[in-house]
Nanobody, 122 residues
Framework: VQLQASGGGLVQAGGSLRLSCAAS????????MGWFRQAPGKEREFVAAISRSGGLTYSADSVKGRFTISRDNAKNTVYLQMNSLKPEDTAVYYC????????????????WGQGTLVTVSS
């Protein structure tokens, strides 16, 4: 499956962005999906994940209450709504499809998109 992330950009602190992750090659409903991010000089970290049906979601403590993950299996797309953005949210955001059992570990994800840059200015 090929994943294409989009929606990144430059936004002021307190603003909002919605990232999209569109899939091709295979239906996304076969996979749990996640968003990760990587800031310069830091390791890639878990942001949010959603089960195949969308009935279960998980979020990192750092984004709880601000970011919401959702999916539309009919459109083969996963979203990350990001509100109340902070400068520390600045990173390249990656979407990924998992086959492993854990939602928060990069090793359980087998397909990765190319990433989209989010820059939050103070």
């Amino acid at each position: 499956v090929q994943l294409q992330a989009s929606g990144g950009g430059l936004v002021q602190a307190g603003g909002s962005l919605r990232l999209s992750c569109a899939a091709s090659g295979r239906t996304l409903s076969s996979y749990g999906m996640g968003w990760f991010r990587q800031a310069p000089g830091k390791e890639r970290e878990f942001v949010a994940a959603i089960s195949r049906s969308g009935g279960l979601t998980y979020s990192a403590d750092s984004v709880k209450g601000r970011f919401t993950i959702s999916r539309d299996n009919a459109k083969n797309t996963v979203y990350l709504q990001m509100n109340s953005l902070k400068p520390e949210d600045t990173a390249v955001y990656y979407c990924a499809a998992k086959t492993g059992t854990d939602y928060t570990m990069t090793r359980d994800y087998v397909y990765w998109g190319q990433g989209t840059l989010v820059t939050v200015s103070s």
